[in-house]
């Protein structure tokens, strides 16, 4: 009879306690994440109680306020009291009747981040309380620089870098390098910022010369806080001295003119000269007319130069006074066919007209 009776009390017992934890008060709550300048819900219910309710406290602990902070009071009628600094900020959107507790948090901050603890009291059984906790995304300020730009040479140098600053949580940074895969390395770093923020560098590291210049490259960003991932283009930037300077003919009329062409970054400076003479003729920049004279005979230089070194093309001109003469003779010969030609063919039509009208009067 012990035996059983110890049992059944050990029954009863075990009941009562799984009916309790299954019916016990309790506070219900679910945490939240948003983005920094959004709205905030923080949802809380008590459950599993016909008690008067008396207040519902919200406190608040983050990284400046390292331990809670009484900052919203609710009260049984639906009023509120801000205190310690939110103000208008917060918003009670609960309802009294279905003791729901859930606020608004307006437009929040990065030093809004921390946990928010939802206290009800209730009469006579005290308070029930649960920890929110409030997680703000932030999304990252990108772009893509030269800090230095870099000159054509042999050894490594940062060609260019792909930033992604004061991001929460640091956000992905890669690159899209197509043909130039097996030519560059990229090295990435991450550093943590005193607000909490996170800076991300990703540099492109190479040996810099002018096959590079203008090679396009793209910087991917990726974010928590962004609908899709972001996509940088990117021409790269290399200095290099003048390569081979070379002169042209452009155009051929009463005059000609002529182009210095060259290979340089950053464009050049043009200096044009005539050897063992002084220039009679209009420059432009690269640009040099000269007429066809024989008088213009001669040497020509190109010099052009940037920070990194120079270069220099010549020209040697040769127009002879017997050609000159040739070429005036032939032009003004061509007129006079020309001129001939074309009184010709008009009496020739004129002729043409006169012939039905004598016809028609040799008829009659």
């Excluded at 902070?69 to 049984?76: A, H, S, V």
């Excluded at 206290?119 to 995304?137: A, K, M, R, Y």
């Excluded at 140098?157 to 690159?175: E, F, G, H, N, Y």
């Excluded at 010369?209 to 283009?233: A, F, P």
Aim: aromatic residues 10%.
């Amino acid at each position: 009879y012990t035996v059983e009776c110890t049992v059944a009390k050990l029954h009863y017992l075990y009941s009562y306690f799984l009916f309790f934890f299954l019916t016990a008060i309790r506070v219900i709550g679910q945490s939240a994440t948003v983005t920094v300048g959004q709205d905030a819900t923080l949802f809380c219910q008590l459950v599993e109680t016909n008690e008067r309710l008396t207040r519902i406290t919200w406190q608040k602990r983050t990284r400046e306020i390292l331990t809670n902070k009484n900052f919203f009071y609710i009260t049984p009628e639906g009023k509120t009291e801000s205190v310690n600094g939110l103000g208008d900020r917060t918003e009670f959107i609960g309802d009294i009747k279905e003791i729901i507790g859930t606020i608004l948090l307006r437009k929040v901050t990065l030093l809004d981040e921390g946990i928010y603890t939802c206290i009800f009291n209730v009469f006579p059984s005290g308070p029930f309380e649960t920890e929110i906790h409030l997680n703000i995304q932030v999304p990252p300020v990108v772009g893509v620089t030269t800090d230095v730009i870099p000159v054509a040479g042999e050894s490594e140098v940062i060609l260019a870098t792909c930033t992604a600053v004061k991001a929460r949580p640091a956000a992905d940074v890669s690159w899209r390098l197509g043909a130039l895969s097996n030519s560059v390395k990229v090295q990435t770093n991450v550093s943590a910022d005193p607000d909490g923020t996170y800076t991300v560098k990703s540099f492109l590291i190479g040996v810099a010369s002018k096959d590079l210049n203008k090679q396009k490259v793209q910087c991917s960003v990726d974010h928590i806080s962004l609908n899709e991932e972001l996509i940088l283009d990117y021409a790269l930037i290399i200095h290099y001295p003048p390569q081979v300077v070379y002169i042209i003919s452009v155009n051929v009329v009463t005059s000609e003119e002529f182009q210095c062409v060259v290979d340089a970054n950053p464009r050049p400076t043009f200096t044009w000269s005539r050897v063992n003479k002084s220039l009679s003729c209009c420059v432009d920049a690269d640009r040099l007319i000269i007429p066809l004279t024989s008088e213009n005979n001669g040497l020509y230089l190109c010099n052009v130069s940037n920070q990194y070194g120079n270069g220099t093309g010549t020209l040697y001109l040769q127009v002879s006074r017997e050609s000159t003469t040739l070429c005036w003779s032939l032009f003004i010969i061509l007129l006079l066919g020309v001129a001939v030609y074309l009184i010709w063919k008009f009496n020739l039509t004129e002729s043409l007209l006169k012939c039905p009208s004598q016809l028609r009067e040799g008829i009659w």
